[in-house]
């Protein structure tokens, strides 16, 4: 802390000194910048004392899916919100602020490079992070997009408004809760740095402070955040540091107003910031008003009339403005006296920015333009420049007095919800293709999610394996995850090989061998490794018996003692050579007494000396290699289930190995389907359900939705992923996600007959409509895609 102490007083303490020095020693007509900033102390626990008796804080909130939401949920959401802002009384300000401020692009690279590891694969990295960069490009990632709540309270002194304060404070996050809303106070630290951003959005200095920095320096809070200058000379804009800006309000003309307003406004590529300050007015005051309104209307009325009788024509002609809002009065005065309406008093501010003055023009013509749109008026603050951009500052200060009376209904409007962006920084977040509405980057850790297992969906030529092989290979770039794939229809072969993984072929004439029969003794204390084995065999026996009823108990307790048995000499002496194959466990079920234990030995003589034997032999392949594909394509009807059992257990040992190791397994199964009939289908549900414990991350990919629907067991797989990458759907599969998946028509049309690599991404509770185009001129390409005629030779 004190090397930081030191860096401070040499590197910035001088420069601020200076200003302040300036400030004390010039005309007092002069001020600094650190005099326009309106609040008086910032306190480390976020409470920012703007006046002697006004106090505020400021919470920050996500985006949720409003557009996209089917019109029943955009009405819930919408109650939602009124019930929200009527929660407000009259004693307490608040301020919605939406900041569109350039990030640097910089940044943003930073977060979505690949770093080199020298391991041979840093060219196929440097493609990558090349495909990555291009991606980044087509969108506007370059702005970033937050979201704040601020309100604030009277108060004689801190003590008494913290406490009301924080109450304040937990009502809104559960309000933000019960909307689905993920919101977060913020800190002293957090509201300075974002006022920081907003005075610096040229990018060229970055924050530093530290509440330890302030006694010893003699400085305030304001002095770390203040630009260079500012500039207020111009009455119709004003310049900050190098930014060029202007401060407009919107004059709120239409009798009707769209919930598309706000969302227009916020959908600019430029950056800007929105405001609307809204103050609640109390319920008794704002009926007297309305009845001394219409009072006043009846008033003028008469007057009208009187003039008609004066004048010889109907007394019934008055102008028509006059019984409008004569009309619009009354029903106001109805709606608050007998419906959940409220009055206020709304300030709609918006700041455009640009680094030239001909870029701000353009900005604040798109700005009046969306105005125009929904028929109100973008007017300048004339001469109000200061005034503007300090109540734009989430502060809860307006210091534009230009307020328009709104009621509950049409304050709520303005939903401050549009649709979430999927950009996480984390080293190991992956691509998963643009956002279809902003054409911004999407990038995700699956692994932040409380649940990471996946589902890939989409029918024949929609691009499912393309886009597993592309996560595969994310994955492989970006993180130190094993990668094990079930291959039934030999895909994935060329992009294991250049990614230098092992191809496991099984198959009668393969001369590669997996043994059924292999024990891991690196299991967790909690779990007994020969009696997950025994689970394992007594499945394995289940298939090749192929009763209907299954295994009868006797032939349950048989097959347990052999197994027992069998793994004798192993356990007391663990060599490879002890480690027994299936034959060894077909030659003790012969020697029991039991006819049960003849019955399953000869069922297993086909898969021992028979001419299914490829499961008896002792493994020959690097099954530790960090990718394993196991091709099972050849694998004859006889021997499918079988061999997708094997790679089901191969996949448990590896995933307990890694547990103990603290490594995370990644498991793709292609054809999923085939992994949900008969005796297979309660391992994979087992999977789905209990491979997050273990560090492992399960995804299946399929088009068959309806097999993954069967029963209610198997329907579990889909309660229990968290991510689902859908493609384009057939037709009845369409019916059956949306009612699944809480699908509204309009999500639905992104996977109707769209292109390759065109659907909806499901992450957590976000659903994000996603277009990949991934370029074909790069090596990866020709590695992922299983086009014939583009296929890697």
């Not at 028509?745 to 292109?755: A, D, E, F, I, K």
Request: aromatic share 10%.
């Amino acid at each position: 802390m004190s090397t930081r102490k030191r860096k401070l007083t040499r590197e910035e303490k001088k420069q601020i000194e200076a200003a302040i020095a300036k400030a004390k020693g010039t005309d007092k007509k002069e001020l600094s910048a650190q005099d326009s900033i309106p609040y008086q102390r910032m306190f480390p626990d976020g409470i920012c004392r703007v006046t002697d008796t006004f106090y505020t804080k400021t919470v920050q909130f996500q985006d949720i899916n409003y557009q996209l939401s089917q019109n029943e949920d955009k009405t819930a959401i919408f109650e939602g919100w009124s019930d929200f802002l009527n929660y407000f009384d009259s004693s307490i300000r608040f301020q919605l602020s939406f900041l569109n401020l350039s990030a640097s692009q910089d940044g943003f690279s930073r977060n979505i490079v690949i770093p080199l590891q020298k391991d041979g694969f840093d060219d196929v990295r440097q493609e990558y992070s090349d495909m990555l960069q291009n991606q980044l490009s087509k969108g506007n990632n370059g702005l970033a997009k937050t979201k704040y709540l601020t309100f604030g309270i009277d108060g004689e002194n801190i003590r008494t408004a913290k406490p009301r304060l924080e109450r304040i404070e937990t009502d809104i996050l559960n309000n933000f809760k019960r909307l689905g809303v993920t919101a977060a106070p913020m800190s002293g630290a957090e509201r300075l740095r974002l006022f920081h951003a907003i005075f610096h959005m040229d990018g060229q200095e970055t924050f530093r402070f530290s509440w330890d920095w302030l006694a010893p320096s003699g400085l305030s809070t304001k002095d770390f955040i203040a630009p260079s200058s500012f500039e207020f000379r111009n009455g119709r804009m004003f310049r900050m540091g190098k930014k060029f800006g202007a401060a407009s309000f919107v004059q709120i003309m239409a009798p009707e107003l769209n919930d598309r307003m706000l969302a227009d406004f916020l959908d600019m590529e430029s950056s800007q910031i929105v405001n609307l300050h809204i103050q609640s007015v109390d319920q008794v005051s704002a009926i007297k008003t309305v009845k001394r309104k219409i009072t006043d209307l009846d008033r003028a009325k008469i007057e009208e009339q009187k003039k008609a009788v004066r004048a010889g024509y109907d007394m019934d002609i008055i102008p028509s403005d006059l019984a409008t809002y004569g009309s619009e009065a009354k029903k106001l005065l109805q709606d608050l006296q007998s419906r959940n309406e409220r009055m206020f008093l709304v300030t709609f501010l918006v700041v455009n920015t640009a680094d030239s003055q001909r870029q701000l023009d353009n900005n604040v013509f798109q700005a009046s333009s969306i105005a125009q749109k929904h028929n109100c008026q973008l007017v300048r603050l004339d001469f109000q420049q200061e005034e503007g951009l300090m109540s734009s500052l989430p502060l809860g200060v307006n210091q534009v007095e230009i307020q328009r009376s709104l009621t509950t209904s049409s304050t709520a409007i303005f939903v401050p919800f549009t649709t979430q962006e999927l950009f996480q920084s984390g080293k190991e977040a992956l691509y998963y293709g643009l956002n279809a509405l902003s054409n911004n980057l999407i990038m995700v850790d699956r692994k932040a999610l409380k649940n990471p297992n996946g589902l890939i969906l989409g029918t024949p030529g929609s691009g499912k394996s393309f886009s597993a092989k592309r996560e595969i290979s994310n994955v492989f770039l970006a993180t130190n995850d094993d990668i094990l794939i079930a291959d039934p229809e030999a895909e994935y072969y060329p992009l294991v090989q250049r990614l230098g993984g092992q191809v496991i072929k099984i198959s009668p004439t393969s001369r590669q061998y997996v043994n059924p029969m292999d024990l891991n003794l690196d299991y967790s204390d909690d779990e007994s490794p020969l009696s997950l084995k025994v689970d394992f065999l007594l499945s394995f026996c289940d298939i090749v018996v192929g009763s209907k009823d299954g295994l009868q108990p006797i032939e349950k307790t048989v097959i347990d003692r052999c197994v027992r048995l069998v793994y004798r000499q192993y356990l007391e002496n663990p060599c490879p050579e002890n480690m027994p194959i299936l034959e060894d466990l077909y030659q003790l079920l012969l020697k029991q007494e039991e006819k049960e234990a003849h019955f399953i030995a000869t069922a297993l003589e086909i898969y021992v000396t028979g001419s299914l034997n490829v499961f008896n032999h002792r493994t020959n392949v690097d099954i530790d290699n960090r990718i394993v594909c196991y091709d099972i394509k050849e694998l004859g009807k006889q021997l499918k289930q079988l061999g997708m059992l094997v790679i089901q257990d191969q996949v448990w040992n590896r995933v307990t190995v890694n547990r103990a190791a603290g490594k995370t397994t990644r498991y793709y199964v292609d054809e999923f389907h085939l992994l949900l009939k008969g005796e297979l289908a309660s391992w994979s549900v087992e999977i789905w359900k209990r491979f997050r414990k273990w560090g492992g991350i399960p995804t299946g990919i399929t088009q068959n939705i309806k097999d993954l629907l069967a029963s209610r067991e198997i329907e579990n797989i889909f309660e229990n992923s968290d991510f689902i990458y859908m493609l384009n759907q057939a037709a009845g599969d369409r019916q059956i996600l949306a009612k699944q998946l809480n699908i509204s028509p309009h999500q639905l049309s992104y996977v109707t007959h769209s292109g390759e690599g065109e659907g909806l991404l499901f992450y957590g509770n976000v659903i994000l409509p996603f277009v990949d185009r991934f370029p074909k001129d790069t090596e990866l390409y020709r590695l992922l895609t299983t086009k014939p005629q583009e296929v890697a030779v």
